[in-house]
Nanobody, 125 residues
Framework: QVQLVESGGGLVQAGGSLRLSCAASGRTFSTYAMGWFRQAPGKEREVVAAISWSGGRTYYEDSVKGRFTISRDNAKNTVYLQMNSLKPEDTAVYYC??????????????????WGKGTLVTVSS
């Protein structure tokens, strides 16, 4: 069992930065691939970024490439999402998830077993 708790969301102006953190409980954190997903009002949930258990493989959704960076610290049971050059269209609830990533390139394929409750990111124009 893995419990995930996101933090770091908030209100930021367009062009600003935020760093999201996801703290995981459980000794098996380092065995899971981790992902950040988001869901904007009225839209379906979409993947933002994912990282392998070792950190050696990553995936980014096209709209965040070059702006967002996913990383993990297995010693701290934490995964991060550094978000730079934020845009109003990045406004969403951001969720952390743990599970398996089958394919780190398009089409991205995954199966997440555990989800956090989310943290709200609001980007004002």
């Amino acid at each position: 069992q893995v419990q995930l708790v996101e933090s770091g969301g908030g209100l930021v102006q367009a062009g600003g930065s935020l760093r999201l953190s996801c703290a995981a409980s459980g000794r098996t954190f380092s065995t899971y691939a981790m992902g950040w997903f988001r869901q904007a009002p009225g839209k379906e949930r979409e993947v933002v970024a994912a990282i392998s258990w070792s950190g050696g493989r990553t995936y980014y959704e096209d709209s965040v490439k070059g702006r967002f960076t996913i990383s993990r610290d297995n010693a701290k049971n934490t995964v991060y999402l550094q978000m730079n050059s934020l845009k109003p269209e990045d406004t969403a609830v951001y969720y952390c998830a743990a599970g398996t990533v089958v394919r780190y390139s398009d089409p991205f394929r995954y199966a997440m077993d555990y989800w956090g409750k989310g943290t709200l990111v609001t980007v004002s124009s």
